[in-house]
């Protein structure tokens, strides 16, 4: 099992002024493997998994392996990532 990045479904904005694409590169340079979910654009209120996972709508989310999710501004995220951090998210997630 590998984690998810749930995303917007914009793959082909490839810039890091784009939140999803931030975050989904950071992975892709660590050698993360992800299973990528596109999640509806508009209405947010259409992103039913991401809010049952996070409680918020706003994109990109990683979930783990167990269900849990981690969800911070993509800046944040993205640097997590890159320091190889992302683990510790995964424990706050679940505690
Ligand atoms: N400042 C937030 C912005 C997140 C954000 O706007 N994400 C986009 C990803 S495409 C989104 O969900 N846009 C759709 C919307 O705002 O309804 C971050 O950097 O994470």
Known sequence: MTIKLHRCRFTFLRS????CHRVQKALDD?????????APYFPRSRRKE??????QQL??????????AYREESADMAATIRSGQLDTKRAAAAS
Do not use: N
Request: proline share 3%; charged share 35%.
């Open 50 to 55: 991401v809010e049952r996972l996070t409680g």
């Open 59 to 68: 994109l990109p989310v990683i979930e783990f392996e167990d269900g849990s």
């Open 16 to 19: 890091d002024r784009f939140e």
């Open 30 to 38: 660590q050698g993360i493997a992800y299973e990528l979910v596109k």
